[in-house]
């Protein structure tokens, strides 16, 4: 391509008229040149629509069983239900015998009867049963005993406070003066 200049006042080129040649032949592919700059993040995009309600388990449950079959429902949050099966196993064979025990010793029971007049304890042993008669021989005649309080006073535990008590004696017609018989308080203690 070949341009017509002329010059202004100012000493400028201006292009007033252009010729254009035929177009030459495309030269060879340039060289790659640098990788630019990484741009700045765009804006967010808009929020997408919600998408459809999950499905979830809300129950397991075994629903029948029949000749060695159960069977289970399952029920989803949707109302939809499935079942599935499950069989028992088959019964295992028999174990084998275990071993005789040992003999044990020879052991003695005891039995106890009352007839009446006399304890009697039976010895059971391997060798045979023999009685033992508990009864002993009449003992000797005791001593005499001392003279036993004439006023005795009873209690209970957890009975009631309040006692009423009738006091009977006879005073020594010699010593009307001395009282025949003495009262006591006890004294209580805690621990």
């Known amino acids: 391509m070949s341009v017509l200049y002329i010059r202004d006042e100012s000493g400028k080129l201006v292009p007033i008229y252009t010729i254009k040649g035929e177009d030459g032949e495309q030269g060879p592919e340039g060289p790659e040149g640098p990788k630019g700059d990484q741009g700045p993040k765009g804006d967010q995009g808009p929020k997408g629509d919600q998408g459809p309600q999950g499905r979830g388990i809300v129950s397991v449950a075994k629903t029948s069983e ?20 499950i069989a028992d196993g088959k019964n295992g064979t028999d174990g084998t015998d275990g071993e005789d025990g040992k003999d044990g010793t020879n052991g003695i029971s005891v039995t106890h009867s009352w007839d009446e007049t006399r304890t009697v304890l039976t010895l059971t042993s391997a060798s045979g049963t023999d009685s033992v008669n508990l009864k002993g021989a009449k003992g000797d005649k005791g001593d005499k005993g001392d003279k036993g309080d004439p006023y005795t006073l009873t209690t209970a535990d957890k009975a009631e406070g309040v006692i009423a008590l009738t006091f009977t004696a006879h005073y020594d017609p010699s010593d009307l003066d001395t009282v025949p018989f003495e009262i006591y308080y006890p004294i209580l203690t805690t621990t």
């Open 66 to 85: 029949a000749n060695g079959v159960k069977t289970y429902t399952i029920t989803m949050t949707d109302g939809a239900t499935f079942t599935f099966t």
